[in-house]
């Protein structure tokens, strides 16, 4: 097991079943979640390649508030059209608030990759 | 009944179906009829007032004197900012608020009665008022933090219905509870280490002796 490949499953267990579908790494136009990035980088397929000298040379991708803020809107792009956000206040649109919400959230899992 | 619903906007009526069962009634015009000594109100809400339809109704500054001696849980956005603090500081016991937008998440394949994705958004918001009515803000704030951590679990069951929604109620829940601010008069009963730890050691040093004097009988029989 390379190091990387532990360094992610450790991440992985430290997050609940949904923090592990959450988008994090954005690689030729896709996004991949952390479960996503551990099956790639076991079994040495071109984009767990990819992650590993990502996360060897600790390569920032896109920059990182850039990325965060990409991957909270991709999270909101997968959205079903049925779904419906709301808040409890009338005036003014809450997408700023949303997406401040989803980044937080994706920056807490960051955090718990140690 | 203590919990009173603003029903001028589809959005409040909506959140109003996620808690409505706990018992409720209409806000009233005038909001003197309020008489309860612990109230919640759930309506929109701006930095400094909180909203009964489209026209000002409780604002910072003017008419939060009516909570004088009252614990107020307001359940709106952004009246943790300035509200929640003016009305503590003219004589309300307790109010607890958020700092923030309050946000939550329904789908519309379900009537709102049904919609398990605003059942979980507001279950830490349902055990929240309990708490509060029965106990106060500090208790209402840990059972907010208790219940969005207990809400995880359902989040899960939500994933099954669509992934991206649950991590949409997911961060929301989080979001919620990080922007809970309460004010209180009555200080936190903080229960010292020591005697937790006390309370913890005892019964394993009961039940370890009790399992010695059993086999010391076993040995002497």
């Known amino acids: ?114 | 009944m203590n919990l009173y619903i603003d029903l001028s906007d589809k959005d409040v009526k909506v959140a109003g179906v996620g808690i409505g069962d706990i018992g409720w009634k209409e806000l009233p015009v005038n909001p003197l009829e309020m008489k309860e000594d612990k109230l919640v109100i759930l309506s929109h809400g701006e930095i400094d007032r909180i909203k009964r339809g489209y026209y000002d109704y409780i604002v910072s500054c003017f008419n939060d004197i009516i909570f004088k001696d009252k614990s107020v849980y307001f359940i709106a956005c952004d009246t943790g900012k300035i509200l929640a603090d003016s009305t503590f500081k003219k004589g309300a016991k307790e109010v607890l608020a958020y700092k923030q937008k309050f946000l939550f998440l329904t789908d519309e394949r379900y009537s709102p009665e049904n919609d398990p994705f605003l059942k979980v958004c507001f279950y830490p918001v349902r055990k929240t008022i309990e708490a509060f009515l029965k106990n106060g803000v500090n208790e209402a704030i840990k059972a907010h933090k208790l219940a969005t951590e207990e809400a995880k679990s359902f989040i899960d069951e939500l994933a099954k219905v669509n992934e991206s929604e649950a991590m949409v109620v997911d961060s929301f829940i989080d979001w919620n509870n990080d922007n809970l601010v309460g004010f209180s008069k009555f200080a936190v009963a903080e229960i010292p280490e020591i005697v937790w730890a006390f309370i913890i050691v005892v019964p394993v040093l009961l039940s370890t002796f009790s399992q010695i004097l059993e086999k010391l009988r076993g040995v002497t029989k």
Do not use: C
């Not at chain 1, 990035?37 to 990182?64: C, D, S, W």
């Not at chain 1, 079903?80 to 937080?104: D, G």
């Open chain 1, 1 to 114: 097991m390379s190091e990387v490949e532990t360094k992610l499953y450790n991440w992985l267990m430290k997050l609940t079943p949904i923090e592990r579908k959450m988008p994090v790494y954005y690689i030729a136009g896709k996004w991949y979640s952390v479960e996503e990035a551990y099956f790639h980088v076991k079994n040495r397929t071109p984009i767990g390649m990819k992650i590993i000298e990502m996360e060897q040379k600790g390569v920032r991708q896109l920059g990182e508030d850039k990325r965060i803020e990409e991957a909270a809107k991709e999270i909101l792009r997968r959205l079903p059209p049925t779904a419906r956000i709301r808040a409890l206040q009338y005036t003014k649109p809450v997408r700023e608030e949303v997406i401040e919400a989803l980044k937080k959230k994706l920056k807490k899992i960051e955090e718990k990759k140690g």
